[in-house]
């Protein structure tokens, strides 16, 4: 099915599509992967639509980079299921443009909710700019904020966490921005995870961009719910910090 746009509000953007047999895992369920894959589509459509797409931030000097993700799966739709994705900016607060994404079956239940914080980056300085009513505008203004229990952008790590794995950033893990894309080093969290793992949320905070030929260091640790990996540099710096917990 080609991706068709929905125009439900000016500041709500959604598409519909149908899930892949390239998106699926080995029990022909959407991956975890693919469904932050359809939510950044989602959000990059909705930017490329409203005029301030890829290229537009790259003549401005400016990035949007996401600083973190709270992901809740009801249920993972299945090979060839209809869906369809939206997303909304709901809130700014300081240097954060706040930002919620759903994914609903064809009768419209709740597949997936999300919250995500985003941050805009000043390429020139390195810098975080702080966010204006301005840079809302092109998006049409806010919605109301999803029903979800919203969890902290920080992630308490456990004591006692251990090496799990290693992993080398590799070309097809770049993205625009140039460094790992950020559905990456959930998968890489998800490699060093027991198989047969049913995950019913994902958290991630970012830290500190890999790049190409970096190698990452996964370290784990189990929570009451699940685990918590903090993926890092040789050095000790911290790239991203992810939480899974169990269906």
Known sequence: MTPAVCERSFSVYDFTSRVRYSETDADAKLSLTGIMNYFQDCSTFHSEDSGVGVSYYEREKKAWLLSSWQI????????????RIATWPYEIKGIYGLRNFAMYDKDGNFLVKANS????????????????RADLLPYGGDEPRLEMDYAPRKITLPDGMKEAGRFSVLRHQIDTNHHMN??????????????QTEIGEIRAE???????????????????????????????DVYANVELRRK
């Open 182 to 195: 950020n559905a990456q080093y959930v998968d890489m969290a998800r490699e060093v995870l027991p198989e």
């Open 117 to 132: 914080c985003w941050f805009l980056l000043d390429l020139q300085t390195g810098r975080p700019l702080r966010v204006t």
């Open 72 to 83: 809740v799966i009801e249920r993972r739709p299945v090979l060839g299921e209809p869906i």
């Open 206 to 236: 970012y830290k500190k961009a890999a790049v190409l030929g970096d190698e990452v260091r996964i370290l784990l640790g189990e929570t009451d719910s699940g685990w918590a990996c903090s993926l890092c540099a040789e050095s000790g």
